[in-house]
Every structure is written in C-alpha cells, then in structure tokens.
C-alpha cells in the first residue's frame, strides 16, 4: 500500500491490492496516539485505490493499515 501525495493537506490517495480469495478488505486510518478515526470497507480482489479526505482532521501524523480477510476450512477425523 502506498500512498500519494506524503505529505497531504486535504486529501490522499492509498492505492492496494487484495489478494484473490480473499473474502473481505479493510482500511484503517489511525491518529498518531492509535485511535481508528476511519474504516473503509473495500469489495473484491485485484489492484484498487481509495481517497481519504481530511478536511476535519488536524496536522500531525496519521496511520493506515489494511487487513484482508480469507476462509480456510480444516478437517480433521
């Protein structure tokens, strides 16, 4: 994941790519002291991109991280 331009003043664009199987995708934007100010809910696979907007927020130092979900089924007998 990588995001343009870094530094920003009013906006970002993350760009990523999820993994085919992968079930559900997330992104979450985090304040420097670790507090999720925003989730963005990301459907099917392949590369994406996704603008952040932080016209609300102060300067400082922010935080993204993406998590995919996939299902694995195990059998044991």
Same mark, same amino acid.
């Given at each position: 994941?990588?995001? =343009?331009?870094?530094?920003?003043?009013?906006?970002?664009? =993350?760009?990523?790519? =999820?993994?085919?199987? %992968?079930?559900? %995708?997330? =992104?979450? !934007? #985090?304040?420097?002291? /670790?507090?999720?100010?925003?989730?963005? &809910? !990301?459907?099917? +696979?392949?590369?994406?991109? @996704?603008? @952040?907007? %932080?016209? &609300? #927020?102060? %300067? /400082?130092? $922010? !935080? $993204?991280? /993406?998590? +995919?979900?996939?299902? +694995? #089924?195990?059998?044991? $007998?």
């Amino acid at each position: 994941m990588q995001n =343009i331009p870094n530094p920003f003043t009013t906006e970002t664009k =993350i760009s990523f790519s =999820i993994p085919e199987g %992968a079930t559900t %995708a997330e =992104i979450q !934007i #985090l304040n420097s002291n /670790g507090q999720m100010l925003e989730s963005i &809910d !990301i459907e099917g +696979h392949g590369p994406g991109e @996704v603008m @952040v907007r %932080a016209l &609300d #927020l102060p %300067a /400082g130092t $922010y !935080i $993204y991280l /993406g998590f +995919h979900m996939t299902r +694995h #089924l195990l059998s044991t $007998y």
